[in-house]
C-alpha cells in the first residue's frame, strides 16, 4: 500500500498572502503524524483560485519535504498550454510525480482530453495521476471510448485520484491497466475503496484528522473490520457536518481551532457563520477521539 497522503490546503495570514510559516508547521505535524506525502495544489490548495506565483510558491514550500515524503505537484488547467507551464516547473523544482485534472468548461471530446494527457505527459518525461472529480470538473471518465482506454494503457497516465463515489467505476478503471495506480479521494468510504483494492488515499480531511484516518487504515490492513467500521462511522459523522456547513471553510476553521493560523478560503467562498462553526465544532469534538 502507498498509504495516506494530505491534499494539502493553501494557509493565509490575515492579509491573505501565503502563510509559508503556518505552512510548514502543518506539514511537519502531518510528516510527524504518518503522512506518506503531500497532493500539492490540488482542491484543497485552491488551485483555480491562485496567481500563477502563488501556485509555484506552493510547489516550493512542499519541496522542503522532498526527503521526508512522497509529493504530487497537480498542474491540472484550463488550458493544455497551462497545465505544461506547472509541470514544467514542478520537475525543475525537483518533483518526480505530477497529477492533473481533466480540462473542463468547454466540454471537450474524448480524444481531446486524451490529447491534453498525451501533451503533458510528453512535455515533462513522465507519466501524469488522472484526478478525477467529476462533481466539479463535470466530466466522467469513459473508459468504453477508445480513446480513453487507449489513455490509460498508453504509460502516459500513472494511476487515478479517483474523487468519485462510485467503486465500480474505480474498480473499471483499475481494469484497463493494472499497473496503474488508483488513490482513494473520498475518505468517508475508506473502508469500501479499501476493499476493491485501491492502492492509497490523497485526503482534504486528513488536514486535521490524519490520525483519525491512519486508525481506520491500520485496522482494515490488519483485519479488524468491526473496528475499521466503528471509526469509520465517526469519520462520516463529521464529513456529513462538513458538506453541510462547506468542506473547505469547514476544514480550514477546524485548523485555526487547533491552533493553526490557516486563514480562510479565498472568494466567492464565505466564512462559516458563528452558527455553523458551533455546530461543526460540536460534531468534531463528539466524534474525534
Same mark, same amino acid.
Given at each position: 500500500? $502507498?498509504?495516506?497522503?494530505?491534499?494539502?490546503?493553501? +494557509?493565509?495570514?490575515?492579509?491573505?498572502?501565503?502563510?509559508?510559516?503556518?505552512?510548514?508547521?502543518?506539514?511537519?505535524?502531518?510528516?510527524?503524524?504518518?503522512?506518506?506525502?503531500?497532493?500539492?495544489?490540488?482542491?484543497?490548495?485552491?488551485?483555480? =483560485?491562485?496567481?500563477?506565483?502563488?501556485?509555484?510558491?506552493?510547489?516550493? +514550500?512542499?519541496?522542503?519535504?522532498?526527503?521526508?515524503?512522497?509529493?504530487?505537484?497537480?498542474?491540472?488547467?484550463?488550458?493544455?498550454?497551462?497545465?505544461?507551464?506547472?509541470?514544467?516547473? !514542478?520537475?525543475?523544482?525537483?518533483?518526480?510525480?505530477?497529477?492533473?485534472?481533466?480540462?473542463?468548461?468547454?466540454?471537450?471530446?474524448?480524444?481531446?482530453? !486524451?490529447?491534453?494527457?498525451?501533451?503533458?505527459?510528453?512535455?515533462?518525461?513522465?507519466?501524469? =495521476?488522472?484526478? %478525477?472529480?467529476?462533481?466539479?470538473?463535470?466530466?466522467?471518465?469513459?473508459?468504453?471510448?477508445?480513446?480513453?482506454?487507449?489513455?490509460?494503457?498508453?504509460?502516459?497516465?500513472?494511476?487515478?485520484?479517483?474523487?468519485?463515489?462510485?467503486?465500480?467505476?474505480?474498480?473499471?478503471?483499475?481494469?484497463?491497466?493494472?499497473?496503474?495506480?488508483?488513490?482513494?479521494?473520498?475518505?468517508? *468510504?475508506?473502508?469500501?475503496? +479499501? !476493499?476493491?483494492?485501491?492502492?492509497?488515499?490523497?485526503?482534504?480531511?486528513?488536514?486535521?484528522? =490524519?490520525?483519525?484516518?491512519?486508525?481506520?487504515? $491500520?485496522?482494515?490492513?490488519?483485519?479488524? %473490520?468491526?473496528?475499521?467500521?466503528?471509526?469509520?462511522?465517526?469519520?462520516?459523522?463529521?464529513?456529513? !457536518?462538513?458538506?453541510?456547513?462547506?468542506?473547505?471553510?469547514?476544514?480550514?476553521?477546524? +485548523?485555526?481551532?487547533?491552533?493553526?493560523?490557516?486563514?480562510?478560503?479565498?472568494?466567492?467562498?464565505?466564512?462559516?457563520?458563528?452558527? *455553523?462553526?458551533?455546530?461543526? *465544532?460540536?460534531?468534531?469534538?463528539? %466524534?474525534?477521539?
Amino acid at each position: 500500500m $502507498d498509504g495516506l497522503y494530505v491534499a494539502s490546503m493553501a +494557509l493565509f495570514d490575515e492579509k491573505g498572502n501565503l502563510n509559508k510559516d503556518e505552512s510548514r508547521r502543518l506539514m511537519e505535524r502531518h510528516v510527524k503524524e504518518g503522512a506518506s506525502g503531500f497532493f500539492v495544489a490540488g482542491s484543497s490548495g485552491e488551485c483555480f =483560485l491562485m496567481r500563477r506565483e502563488e501556485r509555484i510558491t506552493l510547489f516550493e +514550500l512542499h519541496a522542503e519535504y522532498l526527503e521526508k515524503a512522497d509529493l504530487f505537484a497537480h498542474v491540472g488547467a484550463l488550458s493544455t498550454e497551462e497545465a505544461i507551464y506547472y509541470a514544467k516547473a !514542478a520537475k525543475e523544482i525537483g518533483y518526480k510525480k505530477i497529477a492533473a485534472t481533466p480540462p473542463f468548461y468547454y466540454g471537450y471530446k474524448p480524444k481531446e482530453i !486524451a490529447e491534453y494527457y498525451y501533451e503533458i505527459a510528453k512535455a515533462v518525461d513522465m507519466p501524469v =495521476l488522472y484526478y %478525477n472529480i467529476p462533481m466539479n470538473t463535470f466530466k466522467q471518465i469513459d473508459f468504453n471510448h477508445p480513446d480513453i482506454i487507449s489513455l490509460f494503457q498508453s504509460g502516459a497516465i500513472s494511476g487515478v485520484k479517483h474523487t468519485n463515489l462510485d467503486l465500480y467505476e474505480m474498480e473499471r478503471i483499475h481494469n484497463l491497466n493494472l499497473d496503474m495506480k488508483i488513490y482513494g479521494g473520498f475518505e468517508n *468510504e475508506m473502508v469500501s475503496f +479499501l !476493499a476493491m483494492g485501491c492502492d492509497g488515499f490523497i485526503g482534504s480531511t486528513f488536514n486535521f484528522m =490524519l490520525t483519525h484516518y491512519r486508525k481506520i487504515y $491500520d485496522a482494515y490492513l490488519s483485519g479488524e %473490520n468491526k473496528k475499521a467500521r466503528e471509526l469509520q462511522n465517526k469519520a462520516n459523522n463529521i464529513m456529513q !457536518a462538513l458538506f453541510q456547513v462547506g468542506l473547505f471553510p469547514g476544514i480550514k476553521h477546524i +485548523l485555526n481551532r487547533q491552533g493553526i493560523q490557516a486563514g480562510v478560503m479565498r472568494k466567492p467562498f464565505l466564512e462559516l457563520t458563528q452558527k *455553523e462553526k458551533e455546530y461543526l *465544532e460540536k460534531i468534531v469534538e463528539e %466524534n474525534l477521539s
